[in-house]
């Protein structure tokens, strides 16, 4: 039941979409009707500046933050598994927010900050990693498919079975999320995000 509970409270924190909240405040239009239509950060980046995108940045890792402390909090003794929980609750919430109709998010930053949370060292390795990955191929969907594929390891090291089937839910997000960007990058489509594009 307490894991029930984390689940519910992610949900909650991910309701809050910082990049409609900034989108409507500085445009007077929803994230969703510019650019890419996607509410996250790499969105408003091409649509408002770095400013505007390291904040929703910053809010969506914040929300990823405040819900984990909170569950961590009321029940302890989940263990650090917690994190995930309330992550993947997170993360469902800001990719499905029920009251933009289930249209929100990619959830990559969620997904990281619940992770790192998780083990700090070895998942922030992986993210890492799909800095890396960026740098290298240009492509932001292979390299959050590539850190939640990476921290699979470590959540079955760290927390078993149960952690392990977590971070597939997320993965299993992630990829479906981004399997058209990936798809577009197989065939040298997609933007790349170190790119400027007019």
Not at 23 to 31: D, E, I
Not at 45 to 64: I, P
Not at 169 to 194: D, N, P, T
Request: with cysteine; net charge positive.
């Amino acid at each position: 039941m307490e894991r029930l509970f984390c689940l519910a409270i992610g949900y909650g924190f991910g309701l809050i979409l910082f990049a409609d909240l900034i989108a409507q405040a500085r445009l007077r239009r929803s994230a969703r009707e510019i650019g890419s239509h996607n509410p996250g950060t790499a969105n408003i980046t091409r649509q408002m500046g770095l400013r505007w995108g390291l904040a929703v940045l910053t809010g969506d890792l914040l929300k990823t933050g405040a819900a984990c402390w909170l569950c961590a909090a009321l029940f302890p003794e989940v263990g650090r598994t917690v994190c995930l929980w309330a992550g993947l609750g997170v993360t469902l919430g800001h990719n499905f927010p029920v009251w933009a109709r289930f249209r929100g998010g990619k959830g990559v930053a969620t997904t990281c900050a619940a992770l790192v949370l998780f083990s700090p060292l070895w998942c922030g390795l992986c993210v890492i990693l799909g800095g890396v990955v960026v740098l290298l191929t240009g492509y932001l969907p292979v390299a959050a498919v590539v850190i939640t594929a990476a921290a699979l390891l470590p959540a079955w090291h760290f927390g078993g079975a149960e952690a392990m089937l977590l971070a597939l839910a997320l993965l299993a997000l992630m990829i479906s999320r981004h399997w058209r960007g990936i798809f577009r990058a197989a065939r040298g489509e997609e933007h790349k995000a170190l790119r400027k594009h007019s």
